[in-house]
């Protein structure tokens, strides 16, 4: 009848019976039976032989590192040679002996030494400092200027000027400059000419830290 649903009974399945051989999917068993002894062994030898692998390379790495340090310090260029200690100082020149032009000896000295260059001692004036002596003298020309010569231990020609005064024998002046400068000598100069007047010295010591001047014959008399 159209509509009506009528029962499904299906057929009785019958399951195929399988014969137990000791297989889990069938088949003939093929696995050992599990010895615990012998799987230790097994383990042993393997972490050994992997052991050896990694120490070897570890070996390996660090020869071919020795190796390439060794090539690369073959290569490298040699260091500079130390350089040489630097030489002692030269040992500086002795300083030549200072000049007293106020002694009597430098005095006779440029004396010598100016008779030597003009012929004679005479002077138109004289200027002394510490290590120094400055004359004036008549040049060639007795209406010419006149000659300038400097001694500081040598006799030398300075230059023409035109100096005034009367000439006059410088050899007779006889005087110890040490007695009549300061007890500073750096501090003196003196002068020796003619005088003009009776109101001049011979010889005039200047002072030149107080600026005092003193007047002398040529003996080293005060005036």
Not at 16 to 40: K, L, M
Request: proline share 10%.
């Amino acid at each position: 009848m159209a509509g009506d649903w009528t029962s499904y009974d299906p057929p009785e399945a019958t399951a195929p019976v399988r014969e137990d051989t000791g297989a889990p999917y069938g088949g003939e068993a093929s696995f050992e039976t599990y010895d615990p002894d012998r799987e230790q062994a097994r383990l042993r030898r393997t972490v050994a032989s992997l052991v050896a692998v990694v120490v070897g390379g570890v070996v390996a790495a660090g020869i071919t590192a020795v190796t390439i340090v060794k090539v690369a310090g073959s290569d490298a260029p040699s260091p500079p040679p130390a350089a040489a200690p630097p030489a002692a100082p030269a040992p500086l020149a002795a300083e030549p002996p200072r000049i007293d032009a106020f002694s009597t000896e430098s005095r006779q000295a440029m004396l010598a030494a100016l008779r030597d260059a003009t012929g004679s001692t005479q002077v138109i004036d004289a200027v002394m400092f510490p290590e120094q002596i400055i004359v004036n003298v008549l040049g060639p020309d007795p209406d010419g200027p006149r000659h300038m010569y400097t001694w500081n231990g040598e006799l030398a020609f300075f230059d023409e000027t035109e100096a005034y005064g009367r000439s006059f024998d410088l050899a007779r002046l006889a005087v110890d400059f040490h007695t009549l400068c300061p007890a500073d000598l750096d501090d003196c100069v003196a002068e020796v000419k003619r005088p003009y007047d009776d109101s001049e010295s011979w010889v005039s010591v200047t002072d030149m830290g107080t600026y005092q001047r003193r007047g002398y014959d040529l003996a080293g008399n005060p005036d």
